[in-house]
């Protein structure tokens, strides 16, 4: 009666064989493709986050606007600071003394006027003029407040940056999370089972269509692991701003430390006084009302001082040196309203700002809330994880204790195979959301860029 069953299982021998051979052969390209990353970059999680932070155009971007920034500090400083030019010119030039001296000169009786009433040429008159020119100003109170609103925009900027650092560093450290995740053997597991399944002796007991279509769902599931691991390493490179070359992870998701045990009031300190973009926008209303201080005090006098000195002579004569000086005091009294105008909307900048530094805040509770409740659930997901995956082991060892003993066919084991694998993506998936809840609760409190 077991003739007519041979040929059957050699054919399910045969498919077990080449599924074996082609995953073997995949793993092998895989672990190819690792080692030539070796060359490249190796990286940790926390490093990852730092080279992001350091060199993603975004930041670079930040970076750029904080240097215009301090920039228009230099341009305001020097409202306050004396000018000194330099200038000289020659002259030269002819004139009609009836049109240079319009009024008659009187002349003593009998002697020709001064001037001809019907006017003459004078000249030609050269004249080269030397001089120095300084300035300074003494008061000057809505330069004043320009500069000060100029440099709380420099700390503005600069706080946009580590915002801007912080924001890519949790792009980055998601993208290594979903490395970490595509690429945890799910390849190799896949292999194991088909070796398994190979050494069980599937065709025994299994019928031929459904091993069949085990061995394409696995197939199936190797090509969309081997996708994900490739593409999310490209992310992971795109977000460091680094070339699109292959990347060696040195971490793991076992391996990687858990959150450090906190409160959620002391979260909550720690984000209100470390988030960065926090701190840029109730800087940005501060310059706004500065802003606004600096053009109510353009109506107030300027008070100046300003002097020259300079060498004039005509050609052929000696040359003399000239000076003059003086005090100017500048007092605005009516530009159409221009200035009240100006200030309703450096105001009204003022209260957006304010509004929406009042919304972040809340979103910042929000975010430390809400990460610290996803710590805890995936913690506690990790735990019933690793029991489950403890117990599937254990299911496969007794269904194989139990098949050599020749108690049951070998379809529990089969079962058991694939119950340990579902078991293993559910563990890597749960290690997974822990670690990604510990990379959100670092984002929340602003100290992403300092993770391990």
């Known amino acids: 009666m077991n003739q007519p069953r041979f040929p059957r299982l050699v054919a399910i021998g045969l498919t077990l064989a080449l599924l074996v051979a082609l995953l073997a052969f995949f793993a092998r390209a895989a672990s190819a493709q690792e080692v030539a990353a070796d060359s490249t ?15 993603n155009p975004q930041v670079g971007s930040a970076r750029s606007r904080l240097g215009a920034a301090e920039a228009r500090v230099t341009q ?20 009609n ?54 440099r709380t925009s420099v700390q503005a900027a600069d706080a946009d940056v580590s915002n801007v650092a912080e924001t890519v560093g949790l792009i980055a450290a998601n993208a290594y999370l ?22 069980a ?44 070359v292959t990347l060696v992870l040195v971490d793991s998701l076992a391996a990687l430390p858990s959150a450090p045990r906190t409160t959620e009031e002391a979260s909550l300190a720690d984000a209100l006084r470390g988030r960065s973009d926090l701190r840029s926008i109730s800087l940005q209303a501060q310059a706004a009302r500065q802003q606004a201080a600096a053009i109510r005090s353009e109506r107030l ?31 605005p009294v009516f530009d159409g309203f221009r200035r009240e105008g100006r200030t309703e909307e450096q105001l009204a900048t003022a209260h ?5 530094e009042r919304d972040l805040r809340i979103q910042v ?25 403890q117990l599937a082991e254990q299911e496969v060892s007794q269904a194989r204790e139990r098949f050599q003993a020749g108690v049951t066919g070998n379809a529990d084991v089969i079962t058991a195979s694939l119950t340990l694998n579902v078991a293993r993506t559910q563990y890597v998936d749960a290690l997974t959301s822990y670690q990604a809840a510990r990379v959100a609760l670092a984002r929340a409190r602003g100290s992403i860029t300092t993770i391990d």
């Open 97 to 150: 003394s009836a049109a240079l001296f319009p009024l008659d000169f009187p002349s003593a009786p009998g002697q020709p006027p001064l001037l001809d009433r019907n006017g003459s040429i004078l000249g030609p008159l050269n004249v080269f003029d030397a001089r120095a020119h300084v300035s300074q100003t003494l008061l000057d109170a809505g330069a004043i407040e320009r500069l000060r609103g100029a």
């Open 352 to 356: 957006d700002f304010e509004m929406r």
């Open 41 to 55: 970059v190796r990286l940790t999680l926390g490093e990852a986050v730092r080279i992001a932070a350091r060199q």
């Open 201 to 244: 002796g599937t065709g025994v007991a299994l019928d031929v269509t459904r091993a069949r279509s085990q061995l394409s769902g696995a197939r199936t599931q190797l090509i969309v692991a081997r996708n994900d691991r490739d593409r999310t390493r490209v992310e992971l490179a795109r977000s460091m701003g680094l070339p699109l």
């Open 365 to 389: 509770e929000a975010d430390v809330r809400i990460a610290l409740l996803n710590l805890a659930s995936s913690g506690e997901a990790v735990a019933s994880a690793r029991e489950r995956l």
């Open 178 to 199: 979903a490395v970490l995740h595509a690429g945890a053997a799910l390849a190799a597991e896949l292999l194991r089972i088909a070796q398994d399944q190979l050494r």
């Open 301 to 331: 006098p300027t008070i100046g001082v300003f002097a020259d000195q300079g060498q004039a002579y005509r050609l052929g004569r000696s040359s003399l040196p000239t000076y003059q000086w003086g005090v100017q005091l500048s007092l």
């Open 76 to 95: 305001h400083r020097a409202d306050l600071l004396p000018t000194l030019s330099l200038d000289a010119r020659q002259t030269g030039g002819t004139f």
